[in-house]
Each structure stands twice: as structure tokens, then as C-alpha cells.
């Protein structure tokens, strides 16, 4: 089968956005947050004088220093992940403006609420299957979960999952720590952290079959792939 050559650079841009868009529809499906998203937003809610996003680069900036500790070492091109992460949080918060339906309070039935979250949990499998198909990194955690997955030969999809679960566990302590109760928290949290390796993997083996990425910064794709 002949494969459709597609621009690494526009599968990093479209993954961009379309974990934006997901977040958001989860969000308003209000099932519960992201494993990964649950610990920052946690401790914004238990101090006021974080916000999300403050509270996001904190976390984020543990995981990097684990990353790096278990790389042992540290390159400059590794920052690239929280330039993604900017980059996202500012698609997120321009979607959010953008399409209606998600700033505005509405009420929605069980059954909506549900299709959202699974319709904003599939299309998050595909969003982190793209990045993981650029030569562009993806957010810190995913850039954790990437590099080191390829640097031990483990599974992304056994290595996703176990990284998920252990997330969903900090958040569970954190949670109950400074609440006494979950905050943040839902079935949809616990379903997500559950099975989106193996859908992430899914989505990695239908992309391999029909489509090839081809970087359109030949030695961008270089410098970073040799910044591993």
C-alpha cells in the first residue's frame, strides 16, 4: 500500500489543537479531569495564590527533573516540551473563546455528558499519537513517556498506562491530603487512565499503515532527534 506522505511540522500543529479541542469538550463534560491534568489542578484549588497555570509549571518542571534524572543528562533542545506546553494552553484558551458551546454554562443531560467525555477522550488518544509520530516533542509528560519508552525499549502502550495509573494515584493522595476528598476527580478520570495507552497505541498502528511523516526542517528534525 502506497503510504500519503503528510508534513511532520502540520501533524505537531494538528495535535496541538486537537488536544486543545478535547480538553475542553472533557471539561465541560464534567466527568471528571485528566490523571495527568488532576495534581495541578488540585493544588490551585487548595491555594489561592496559585492559579492552574502556575500550578501546571510546577508539576511540570518535577516531571522534568525526573526525566532528566533518568536520562542522566540535560540538553537545552529538552525545552522544547514546555514550549509545546504553551503552546497548548494558549490553543485551549482561544477554543474556549471561540466555539460557545464551551463558555457558556449550560445544562446537559447524563447521556450528552458522557458522549462528550468519551468523544473528547478518543480524540485526546489522537492528539498524543501524532506527537509521538513528529520529530517535534510533545508537552513534559509525554516527552517523559516518548523518550524514555524509546531509550528502554518498554511499550509506549505499557509504559502510558503505568504512567497514567501513577498519576491517578498522586492525584488520589494529594486529593485526600489537602480535602479529605477527591477533588478533580472522576469515573472518567480513573476510565482514562485505564485505557488511553492502549488507544493511543490504536491510533499509532492506523497512522504507520496509511500515512509517513516527512519533516519539512530537515535539520531541525536533526539537531532535536540528536538532542535525545
Do not use: H
Amino acid at each position: 500500500m502506497n503510504k500519503k506522505a503528510i508534513s511532520s511540522e502540520i501533524i505537531y500543529v494538528l495535535a496541538i489543537v486537537i488536544l486543545a479541542f478535547a480538553v475542553n469538550l472533557m471539561s465541560m463534560a464534567n466527568l471528571g479531569m485528566s490523571m495527568i491534568v488532576c495534581p495541578a489542578y488540585i493544588i490551585s484549588e487548595k491555594f489561592d495564590f496559585l492559579t492552574y497555570g502556575q500550578a501546571e509549571y510546577l508539576i511540570a518542571t518535577m516531571v522534568f527533573i525526573i526525566f532528566c534524572l533518568v536520562m542522566k543528562r540535560f540538553k537545552i533542545s529538552y525545552l522544547l516540551s514546555y514550549l509545546t506546553g504553551i503552546l497548548y494552553a494558549l490553543f485551549s484558551d482561544l477554543i474556549k473563546i471561540l466555539v460557545r458551546i464551551f463558555n457558556q454554562n449550560l445544562t446537559i443531560s447524563m447521556n450528552m455528558k458522557i458522549g462528550y467525555y468519551f468523544i473528547g477522550m478518543i480524540l485526546s488518544g489522537l492528539a498524543v499519537a501524532l506527537f509521538y509520530k513528529t520529530y517535534l516533542y510533545p508537552q513534559v509528560y509525554d516527552f517523559f513517556i516518548k523518550v524514555v519508552a524509546q531509550k528502554y525499549q518498554i511499550s509506549i502502550k505499557i509504559f502510558k498506562t503505568c504512567f497514567d495509573c501513577s498519576f491517578l494515584v498522586i492525584s488520589f493522595i494529594i486529593s485526600y491530603v489537602l480535602f479529605g476528598e477527591l477533588v478533580g476527580i472522576g469515573i472518567g478520570t480513573v476510565i482514562m487512565a485505564c485505557c488511553n495507552g492502549m488507544m493511543i497505541e490504536q491510533f499509532q498502528k492506523i497512522f504507520d499503515r496509511y500515512f509517513i511523516c516527512i519533516p519539512y526542517f530537515g535539520k531541525l528534525k536533526i539537531y532535536l532527534e540528536g538532542g535525545l
